[in-house]
């Protein structure tokens, strides 16, 4: 563990400045802790306090020292009481009170204790010992995850583990190496000693492409590896962990790495020429997730209220166009009805930016209409019992994709007008779990039927618009539904483009809706379309039904 501690303890000391102009050089985009305890009360509830043989549940707000979380599977296997069933768990809690022996903890957990006291610290933060499994603490504790992981001195995550039982140390082979970078004293002539590098690559691995033998496509190999390709990666609640923490170290498949808010460091020195394509990110995550005053980082030319408006429309395209297309990437949940659970704590973190924004089943108030164009990309059935409304993303188990064309064209145009949206949440907050949700907006629609799908499987189908001819079209269904559906495609969004068919330029994204009731008051979303036509259909065409639309 020397070079974590090294690591850790360099992160620390000389991470001050930022490779941005728009950042003070006094800024710290690692601190979000420091080493040196909180200023205020930790948000979580309570914390594991690490004795040489036991571990024991303390109150955080009692704790004024730094303390690490651990990120990790829960694993699908029956290990009670850690498996993810939220079964009663009075009698391990008061245990945990007392102090439960470090011998009786699985593996990953056991594991993590270990590495926080290797560390130097007291503390440990572990979502199933520190948070009781009952709803109501769960649902409260939940919208703080984001915070939690943001407040903590560092994050361990057993990148590579399959479950709780699993460890976060795995054998490793020779052959999983590619190469390694190593620092050599360099001394000149002149007395100036340089500090240099030499790299090994090992021979399968050289590109023929390159002059010289390492390359930064080598370093992107070892974090997509080590832990894109991990097996935490396919975890929900992962996703907010991983951009929310300050520091990281992961236990990847062949080395142990390091990744904090300057740079990402592995075991082999593969990972300090770049932070390869996150550098934009990084960015961005600090401005969203790091609080920090705005009137300080105004850029050249921009007045303050740009800035802002500016870090607005970030918020929105990051959480549409970039976190959900990730979060909804086929990561899996123990429970399905987490869905948007498993995000809330982001969320949040993103609301305490901006106070004014209304968080409402997955989407930004001010996002909308926009943010509503999704699509499933793979087969998907909707979560049961209720989650989220049909218009929000959270309904579906399956990926979830945005149409950049149309979504995100610079041409398009907005053509309905959302009056209003809410949701019921359980405890009242807007991050808490969804009960009822609708939404209000004005649209012009047409009557049609989807039909022709390629399989029976498929997603993919045909929209036939009534009295509407030579239109291209294309319906993305979010569940299997029965061929010949009649809808009413709702016009959201409207794009003139020359690809892909320049005989049909004009494109509309549409919404498509099925009534909920007989009376035609309420309605819910059964998919996304794009039509494409080779005119433009007059306002006042008899054809276009103008209406209030109630989304449910």
Known sequence: MEVAKLWLSQCLGSHKGFYYDSLNEDDDPCAACDGNGPAKDYAAVRLLEISASHVRTVPAAKVKQPYATLSYSWGSGPQWPWGPQRIERVAISAMLDVGLPRSSLPKTISDAVWVAEQLGLDYLWVDVLCIRQDDAEFVRESVKMATIYSEALLCISASSSAG??????NKRSRSQH??????????????????????????????????????????????????EAGRLSERAWGLQERICSPRILHFGTTQMLWQCNRTIWTEDNLGLQTYMDLGRSIRTWKVLFFPIKL??????????????????????????????????????????????????????????????????????????????????????????????????????????????????????????????????????????????????????????????RKTPNSTSANIYLDGIDGAYTRAELDDDRDDNLRVFALLIKQCFVQHPNPKAPWHWAVLLIVPKDERHERFTRVGFGVVSVPFVIPADDERLLKSRWVLV
């Open 178 to 227: 590619k190469g390694f970078a190593a620092h050599i004293p360099i001394e000149r002539s002149d007395g100036v000693r340089p500090d240099g590098l030499v790299f090994y690559q090992r021979r399968q691995y050289l590109r023929s492409s390159t002059t010289f033998p390492w390359s930064a496509e080598l370093e992107e190999d070892v974090y997509r590896q080590d832990v």
């Open 164 to 169: 709780n039982d699993a460890g976060l140390f």
């Open 295 to 452: 009137e300080d980082h105004v850029g050249v030319n921009r007045t303050l209220a740009e800035e802002y408006e500016a870090l607005k429309r970030t918020l929105e395209d990051m959480w549409s166009n970039a976190i959900i297309p990730d979060y909804c990437s086929g990561k899996l949940l123990t429970h399905w009805d987490d869905k948007l659970m498993a995000i809330a704590g982001l969320a949040k973190k993103i609301w305490q930016q901006d106070p004014s924004l209304q968080y409402v089943a997955g989407h930004w108030r001010e996002g909308l209409p926009t943010s509503l164009l999704w699509y499933a990309s793979t087969p998907s059935r909707r979560i049961a019992p209720y989650v989220a409304p049909s218009w929000s993303w959270a309904s579906l188990q399956g990926r979830v994709q945005m149409d950049e064309d149309i979504v995100i064209g610079d041409d398009a145009v907005i053509r309905c007008n959302v009056i209003d949206c809410w949701a019921v949440t359980s405890n009242g907050d807007q991050f808490g779990r969804v009960l009822d949700a609708g939404l209000e907006i004005e649209a012009t629609a047409l009557r049609g039927t989807v039909a022709g």
